[in-house]
C-alpha cells in the first residue's frame, strides 16, 4: 500500500529483502521504511537486532542487521521508518544519548526516525503508516502527519485504545 503511494519507491519482499539489498539500497535512499522483525535488548543493546528476510525457524544470524552495524552506516536518509516492535527501547547510559535502533540510523545520518516503544499491533500498525504517509504527501509535516494518522486510530471503533496507535514515535527532525 505504502509502495503505491509514494512515487518512485520500490518494494523488496520475501527472500529478495536481505540484509545485503538494504545495504546497498542505504547510501541513496531518501526514505527507508522497513516493516520487519526486530528484537531489542536493552541489557545488551548490541545483541539488538531487525532480522531481514530469514527462510526457515531458526535465525539466519547472516540476515541480521545489529545495533552496531547501524552506526558504521553512512545514510542522508530525510526519514526512517522502523515499523518493527519495540525499536525505541534501549539502554539508558548517563550522559549518553539511549541506544536504541532509531537513535543508531540517526547517528549515521537518517534526519527523522519514526520507531516503536512496545510490540505493536501488525494491523493497526498499518493503518497509521499508511495514513502518515497519505498525510505526510499531502504536504503536512513529519509531527502533523504522524499526529493526523494516529488521531484518525483514535477515531475508530477498533483501534481507538492507545495500545494500538501511540506507541509510534518520531524523533528529530
Known amino acids: 500500500t505504502i509502495t503505491n503511494l509514494v512515487p518512485g519507491s520500490e518494494k523488496v519482499v520475501g527472500a529478495a529483502a536481505d540484509r545485503q539489498r538494504f545495504l546497498a539500497a542505504v547510501p541513496d535512499a531518501r526514505i527507508l521504511h522497513l516493516s520487519a522483525?526486530?528484537?531489542?535488548?536493552?541489557e545488551k543493546p548490541e545483541r539488538s537486532f531487525v532480522a531481514f528476510s530469514q527462510p526457515g525457524d531458526s535465525l539466519d544470524t547472516e540476515e541480521l542487521l545489529f545495533l552496531n552495524d547501524l552506526y558504521a552506516l553512512s545514510m542522508t536518509a530525510e526519514l526512517t521508518v522502523l515499523s518493527a516492535c519495540e525499536t525505541s527501547l534501549g539502554q539508558l547510559s548517563p550522559g549518553e544519548l539511549p541506544l536504541t535502533m532509531g537513535g543508531a540510523f540517526a547517528a549515521a545520518g537518517a534526519r527523522s526516525t519514526i520507531t516503536t516503544l512496545w510490540q505493536v499491533d501488525?494491523?493497526?500498525?498499518k493503518e497509521v503508516m499508511v495514513d502518515f504517509y497519505r498525510a505526510l504527501l499531502a504536504g503536512e509535516s513529519r509531527a502533523e502527519a504522524l499526529q493526523r494518522a494516529q488521531r484518525a486510530r483514535r477515531e475508530t471503533d477498533m483501534h481507538q485504545h492507545p495500545y494500538f496507535w501511540a506507541g509510534v514515535t518520531l524523533q528529530g527532525e
Do not use: K, S
Open 37 to 42: 522483525h526486530g528484537m531489542v535488548d536493552a
Open 122 to 125: 501488525d494491523a493497526a500498525t
